[in-house]
């Protein structure tokens, strides 16, 4: 994306000396808005031109970079560096050239935020659609809240019997919060979602970012991921115990071998570390099928846009594919969350 900084006088943009006609509804609301001023246009929108033509601004050509499918060209203009992309096989033009700014593609930001024209979107009046979703409120009170109701009316009484109850208040939620081994049994459940979650969720990102995105590699990669998601959790426990069993386990034999003692029938920390390794292996897959899909769904301009920009990998990673990451990564989080406590 090209962006230069502006102001709005009339219809039109003037970027230092230059002069760039804009749409009316486009400069209104530009002026409407105030603050600080840049417009902005994609690289594949900007038309170079060998003679002057009609509201064209003069550029100087630097560079001209063959990427195959398309040619890149950077202009000196106005004192900073512009970029166009020319897809068909034109002759391209030395030394002075003119540009020109389509005027619905170029766009004006105000203090940074898209400066938009179009209608704003209202809201269906007619509400008679909720009436089609009243079933499943009725159900849903009926088969959950109901019984979540019965169960606080249990709470705040001690029932010994058939009719013999009494009102104890909030005594059971006292005692409970007040215990000792709850509060030891929370704090080695946060440490265990949070340490499996900083492994997971890294692990996870780089697998969805390592993994082909065409072809039958593709495929066969997502199969394997699958795989751990497809065992049931009793059988995935029952794996992990004798695969890590000192006597009769792989892992567990291997791990004695080496030296270190390895337990997790005698030892708590060794049992800590085992569930550890069976959630990260279970899970795991998850998110990087969902960091896949996130991926996936990046359209291919922003890739082309940087290519163009010159940006490194780890600042197309930062900028481009972790923002893009961010509602997958959230429902992973959340997931992850939920299934390992």
Same mark, same amino acid.
């Given at each position: 994306m090209n962006f230069f900084e502006c102001t709005v006088d009339g219809s039109s943009a003037k970027i230092g000396d230059a002069i760039v006609p804009l749409d009316q509804a486009t400069a209104d609301k530009a002026k409407a808005a105030g603050g600080s001023l840049k417009l902005g246009i994609r690289p594949m929108y900007v038309g170079v031109h060998e003679e002057n033509v009609e509201n064209g601004v003069p550029a100087e050509v630097s560079s001209v970079e063959d990427q195959?499918?398309?040619?890149i060209i950077t202009?000196?203009? @106005?004192? %900073?560096? =512009?970029?166009?992309r =020319?897809?068909? @096989?034109?002759?391209i033009p030395t030394g002075t050239c003119w540009l020109t700014f389509p005027k619905d593609k170029t766009k004006l930001y105000s203090n940074e935020r898209l400066v938009r024209t179009g209608a704003t979107m209202n809201k269906w009046e007619n509400n008679k659609a909720w009436f089609l979703v009243l079933p499943v409120f009725v159900i849903v009170a009926f088969s959950a809240i109901i019984p979540l109701m019965t169960v606080v009316n249990y709470s705040v009484q001690d029932i010994f019997g058939p009719?013999?109850?009494f009102f104890v208040g909030v005594e059971w939620f006292r005692e409970v919060l007040l215990d000792e081994r709850l509060h030891d049994a929370l704090f080695k459940q946060l440490s265990f979602s949070t340490l499996v979650l900083l492994i997971e969720m890294p692990l996870g990102i780089g697998i969805g970012l390592m993994m082909p995105k065409k072809g039958w590699t593709s495929s066969a990669c997502l199969v394997i991921l699958a795989l751990p998601l497809l065992i049931p959790w009793n059988v995935i426990g029952t794996i992990w115990i004798i695969f890590t069993r000192p006597d009769i386990g792989l892992f567990g034999a291997f791990i004695n071998?080496?030296? =270190?003692?390895?337990?997790?029938?005698? %030892?708590?920390?060794?049992?800590w570390i085992t569930l550890m390794l069976m959630e990260v292996w279970h899970w795991t897959p998850l998110v990087a099928l969902l960091a896949y899909a996130g991926l996936r769904a990046i359209p291919e301009a922003f890739y082309q846009a940087a290519k163009i920009d010159g940006a490194s990998s780890w600042a197309i990673f930062k900028y481009i594919q972790l923002p893009k990451l961010r509602g997958v990564m959230t429902i992973a989080c959340c997931s992850g969350s939920w299934t390992h406590s």
């Open positions: 195959g499918y398309c040619k202009c000196k203009f @106005n004192g %900073s560096e =512009i970029k166009a =020319i897809k068909d @096989n034109r002759k009719g013999q109850r071998a080496t030296g =270190i003692p390895f337990d997790h029938t005698a %030892s708590g920390v060794d049992a």
